[in-house]
């Protein structure tokens, strides 16, 4: 079963426009995790925000998250053609005294030139 | 390069049959997980190896096994092909069974025909 739900499932966008990406889960976190896959490649890990963080910037990324909607928002300011790509949430179920990585089916970004 | 080793990158076999997907985590790292992705069902938790043991598992078929050798490498054997079973794998490793610090790899696409 899929913990992280992403929306929207697909969107298209010019080059220099904002593009904002939604997860929502349905567990307690410790932290939630956003992910970049290029098309048939592996996933690339973007940032990782705690449960007690709000807001986190990396580059031209903003994260989000509202632990009291269980949901985050992963924000690319200015965005370029390269970033073209799946983007996944991920948050870590506990398992068996591990913790397994949890993916959403993914919100798949195009970026027009 | 992320670190982590898949090989081979790619795999056509017939329905039947049996393969191996070999993955090498980076190094370091004591915990591998494996995963599947397919169009229609996401990235799915298959099983986790820890130093060795399986300590979690996840969606994973009776025809799929999985095993950690003492070098850390870790074997995904999936056998009586089904057209279904095409799709691409991931491993991912990570220095102990946290929820952080999941390293994927490029992943080996296995068609079945």
Redesign the interface.
Known sequence: S?QGEEDPQALSIQEGENATMNCSYKTSI??L?W?RQNS??????LI?IRSNEREKHSGRLRVTLDTSKKSSSLLITASRAADTASY?C?T?L?????????????TSLIVHP | D?G?TQTPKHLITATGQRVTLRCSPRSGDL?V?WYQQSLDQ??Q?LI?Y?NGEE??K?NILERFSAQQFPDLHSELNLSSLELGDSA?Y?C?SSVT????G??????T?LTVV
């Open positions: 899929q410790n932290n995790q992910y048939g490649r592996g996933l690339v890990h990782l996944f991920a870590a506990a398992s068996g005294g591990s913790y397994i990585p949890t993916f959403g089916r993914g | 992320s982590v915990s997980y996401g990235l938790f986790q820890y300590r979690a996840g691409l991931f991912a069974v946290a929820d952080y999941y390293t994927f790899g490029s992943g696409r």
